[in-house]
């Protein structure tokens, strides 16, 4: 069974830095493709980054320039290095996976973590 496990959303002030990471069990991140979606109160869902299969990344013209994707192979962690936030950048952020790329350039994942908050002040 997969479960990912988001954790490091908080508050923080607009300027600043925060650093999500989220945990796999069952799932090696070496596999497939997996993502940060972000969805804030009223908006549709976002993504924010992806890691392709082949290792690309991609990024949504929102954080392009901010945001850093990246995958400790070691911890079996994806991690999203946020920084400078606006409170625009305020969501709830979940990470997913899947293995099949057709799925993940549809955004339709198969695994998703449960969100962490992030709440950004002016």
């Known amino acids: 069974q997969v479960r990912l496990q988001e954790s490091g959303g908080g508050s923080g002030q607009a300027g600043g830095s925060l650093r999500l990471s989220c945990a796999a069990s069952g799932y090696s991140y070496t596999n497939g493709c997996k993502a940060w979606f972000r969805q804030a109160p009223g908006k549709q869902r976002e993504r924010v980054a992806m890691?392709?299969?082949?290792?690309?990344?991609s990024y949504a013209d929102s954080v392009k320039g901010r945001f850093t994707i990246s995958q400790d192979i070691a911890k079996n962690t994806l991690d999203l290095q946020m920084d400078s936030l606006k409170p625009e950048d305020s969501a709830m952020y979940y990470c997913a996976a899947d293995t099949l790329s057709p799925r993940c350039a549809s955004n339709i994942f198969r695994w998703w973590g449960q969100g962490t908050q992030v709440t950004i002040s002016s």
């Open positions: 890691i392709y299969r082949t290792g690309l990344s």
